[in-house]
């Protein structure tokens, strides 16, 4: 069966450091999306890409987030500089079409420790 | 703006027996609904989805309810069993989750 694969899984990092994280959606798939979720949360949409656009990032913190995919396949996630309250999981979906009737497919995300 | 709710934060039943878990949303513009399972340490799971023009919607062991009078989606388990013990979200199109149940299913 197809996946999402997320790297790194795990990831602590001191706070005012850089971060990155990365995203390969399955094959195929046009559409990504980049959700946080805190700890006891529900996921918070961050950034939709479709191909190599972004459509949608506004609950982005754009200051210090920033999300690229180049070639419309792969994606980047980053953070600079983390804070505290960016530890989270951080996790990466993917879907056929903006509209998937079958809900998206997501990664099993990597969880971010700023301390 | 939009916002998805779920009104039980936390859900016991006993293996064999049904459960039903339930959200309330605002925005009816909504196209489709979906049903997640997130396990510890995993990523959400597709359960089930339901489009907007339709008010049921049956799986494997899981039906989905919508009622666009009330706003209201529900999540029904049947013969709930111990691997149905997860973190239930629901979602109106891409962006809206609520807080999520948290089942638990005793043996």
């Known amino acids: 069966e197809a996946e999402v694969a997320q790297s790194p899984r795990y990831k602590i990092t001191e706070k005012s450091q850089a971060v990155a994280f990365w995203c390969d959606p399955i094959?195929?798939?046009?559409?990504l999306y980049w959700y946080r979720q805190i700890l006891g949360q529900g996921p918070e949409l961050l950034v939709q890409f479709q191909d190599e656009s972004v459509v949608d990032d506004s609950q982005l913190p754009k200051d210090r987030f920033s999300a690229e995919r180049l070639k419309g396949v792969d994606s980047t996630l980053k953070i600079q500089p983390a804070e505290l309250g960016d530890s989270a999981m951080y996790l990466c979906?993917?879907?056929?079409?903006?509209?998937?009737?079958?809900?998206?497919?997501f990664g099993s995300g990597t969880r971010l420790t700023v301390v | 703006g939009e916002s998805v709710g779920l009104h039980l934060p936390t859900l016991s039943v006993q293996e064999g027996d049904n459960s039903i878990i339930n959200c309330a949303y605002s925005?009816?513009?909504?196209?489709?609904f979906i049903w997640y399972k997130q396990e510890s340490g995993k990523g959400p799971q597709f359960i089930i989805d339901?489009?907007?023009?339709?008010d049921k919607r049956q799986g494997q062991r899981v039906t989905v309810l919508l009622n666009k009078t009330v706003k209201h989606l529900s999540l029904q388990i049947a013969a709930t069993q111990p691997g149905d013990s997860a973190v239930y979200f629901c979602a109106a199109g891409k962006t809206i989750f609520g807080a999520g149940t948290r089942l638990f299913v005793k043996a």
């Open positions: 925005n009816s513009a909504s196209d489709y």
């Open positions: 339901i489009r907007s023009n339709m």
């Open positions: 094959s195929g798939h046009a559409t």
């Open positions: 979906a993917s879907s056929f079409a903006p509209t998937a009737s079958y809900g998206y497919t």
